[in-house]
């Protein structure tokens, strides 16, 4: 391919009931982004705009922000900061996300924080995470620094000033905000909150029946005795179809080519021993951690290794749900390794519980064209539906969608090089956030959120305002790369916008290895007076 060189924090609002939980004890429930969100993003500036400024700027008070919030407190006390997010409430994904049954696809042992442990079962419910995210603001006092209803337009970088100036809109009055920032942290997420990806089929306003994307799922969404298809069969489609298929007269799920599937219990027999031992909460959070990480860890070596092998365990886990008879070869065995997509966990089979049923049918199959009453395949085949779901997945949302201008000049972020997935050469005083692909997202946020803490605290000890990371001599001739390689992992939204993402080197440095085994000893190693770095 290119192969180159709360508002500000409303106090105690109202509860508010999801999925069976009372969760929000600090945000007024107001319109949800989505079909409802003030589009004010352009407000105009006015010369009684107010400006603030403060140390740090963090974008997003998704897992990722409340994180980087959690470890400045802790790690830089005395360190001014404010966290924007243009969302009600904080959670990001888990405040967006409200399709049924909605969870999460890794444990949250280690999708939870280092800091916090977790007393659940492995894989939460939305709100289950929520109430997690609000015991970690609660219990360290967090929200005083965490701003809702703020959408940042635009971020620019002056040398002179060697700070960034920062506007965003009030979602909910419209009005111009103006911040400066010595450090920009961006916690913003991969993907676009306010849709979905939608791909367009030919005939698709013909359909007489309701499209949803799960992103933007209707609370009030009947589908008690319908004829339901789902398009898709990713984690979000093995989510949401045994969530709803009790109801529904009939799930169909329509998926061009198959996914992997892990099937497992959903409960850690180590920490119900250890809890039956009465070992002390702290404790069990460790240990289950660490065994998680290790079993990651194996399974991931295993993947690239010897991945004939985990895909032949993997179908077998499978078959062990659907039986014998059950055409796990067409439905259920994809063309490419595993592991090169994420590989969605069904909790205590329930996908398969479905399927043995009767209630939900799994087709493999392209699609043809949506018709006045379902959908048509390329075989010929019709699929009556009242209600069609477009499991398709996400648009990415690469920094925020923010207009970023470096002195004056908008910037190009992929022509820029990445220094190990977190920082950008030519953007100074920022990093970007972004998780593991087969390992929880958090443990990347626990970690680079350290670094950002050590980072500061080095430009403070030599009196710099302003870093930037460079290529270095050896790096003259290194050959640039898309960021990802599709080989190694290749998501559809990835895909999709690889042409907007940095560049990535051959060498370790110069690249988001996706590697968490690597990055736990390498990034807390990282030589900040190395050549990579440049203070002034
Ligand atoms: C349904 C679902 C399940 C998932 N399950 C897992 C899992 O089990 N394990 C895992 O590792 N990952 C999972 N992921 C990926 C998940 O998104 C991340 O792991 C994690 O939640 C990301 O957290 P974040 O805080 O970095 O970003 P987000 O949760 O995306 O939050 C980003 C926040 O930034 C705000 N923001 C963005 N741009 C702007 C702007 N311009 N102005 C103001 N605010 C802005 C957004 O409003 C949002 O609140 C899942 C994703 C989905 C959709």
């Known amino acids: 391919m290119f192969e ?54 963090i974008v997003g008070a998704g897992i990722s922000g409340i994180g980087g ?29 409200r399709y049924p049954g909605v969870r999460s696809d890794s444990d949250l042992h280690t999708f939870g924080y280092r800091f916090k442990r977790w007393r659940g079962a492995p894989i939460a419910t939305a709100a289950e995470i929520l109430r997690y995210l609000g015991e970690v603001i609660e219990e360290n006092d967090l929200a005083r620094f965490i ?36 450090f920009l942290w961006m916690c913003q997420g991969y993907y676009r909150h306010s849709e979905g990806y939608t791909p367009e089929w030919e005939g698709m306003d013909e359909f007489g029946g309701q499209i949803i994307h799960p992103q933007t799922w209707p609370e009030d969404l009947d589908y008690a005795g319908k004829q339901v298809v789902v398009i898709g069969s990713g984690a979000t489609a093995a989510t949401v179809v045994p969530a709803i298929a009790a109801d529904c007269a009939h799930v169909t799920v329509v998926q061009r080519s198959p996914t992997y599937f892990r099937p497992g219990r959903n409960r850690n027999d180590i920490a119900e021993t250890l809890r039956e031992l009465k070992i002390d909460e702290e404790w069990i959070h460790e240990i289950v951690r660490r065994q998680m990480l290790r079993d990651q860890a194996i399974f991931t070596k295993r993947a690239v290794e010897e991945p004939e092998k985990v895909k032949s365990e993997l179908l ?31 909790p205590d089979g329930d996908l398969f519980q479905g399927i043995k049923s009767g209630k939900v049918s799994m087709v493999t199959d392209e699609i043809d064209r949506f018709t006045a009453s379902g959908l048509r395949l390329k075989s010929g085949e019709e699929l009556p539906a009242d209600i069609i779901v477009t499991a398709t997945g996400f ?27 977190m920082m950008f050469t030519g953007v100074p005083n920022l990093l970007w956030v972004f998780g593991y692909f087969r390992a929880s997202w958090t443990l990347r946020a626990d970690l680079l959120a350290d670094f950002v803490c050590r980072l500061l605290a080095h430009m403070e000890e030599i009196g710099a305002k302003q870093v930037d990371v460079a290529l270095r001599p050896e790096d003259a001739e290194m050959k640039l790369l898309p960021w990802i390689d599709p080989e190694n992992f290749n998501p559809g939204y990835l895909m999709r916008s690889l042409d907007l993402l940095p560049k990535r080197g051959d060498k370790p440095e110069w690249q988001h290895t996706q590697d968490y085994w690597r990055e736990k000893d390498e990034i807390p190693a990282i030589d900040l007076d190395g050549p990579e770095f440049i203070y002034r």
């Not at 989505?34 to 400006?51: K, L, S, V, Y």
């Open 4 to 57: 180159t060189r709360c508002s500000e924090l409303v106090g105690a609002g109202d509860g508010l009931r999801l999925g069976g939980a009372t969760f929000v004890r600090y945000c007024r429930v107001g319109e949800r982004m989505g079909a409802g969100m003030t589009t004010a993003n352009h407000a105009t500036e006015t010369h009684e705009t107010p400006t603030e400024h403060f140390d740090v700027l």
């Open 69 to 97: 919030a959690y470890h400045l407190t802790k790690q830089r006390p005395g360190t001014s900061f404010v966290v924007l997010d243009s969302l009600d409430s904080f959670g990001g994904t888990w405040w967006t996300h």
């Open 147 to 182: 701003r809702y209803q703020h959408r940042i337009a635009s971020a620019q970088w002056s040398s002179a000033d060697q700070r960034w100036t920062i506007k965003a809109t009030r979602t909910d009055t419209g009005e111009a905000r103006r911040f400066t920032a010595n």
């Open 316 to 346: 077998a886990g499978v078959r062990a749900h659907l039986g014998p008879d059950f055409d796990i070869e067409t439905h259920f065995t994809p063309s490419y390794r595993p592991w090169q997509q994420r590989i969605a966990f069904v």
């Open 395 to 421: 648009n990415m949302s690469v920094l925020g969608d923010i207009a970023f201008e470096i002195d004056g000049r908008p910037l190009a972020l992929s022509e820029t090089v990445n220094y190990r997935g």
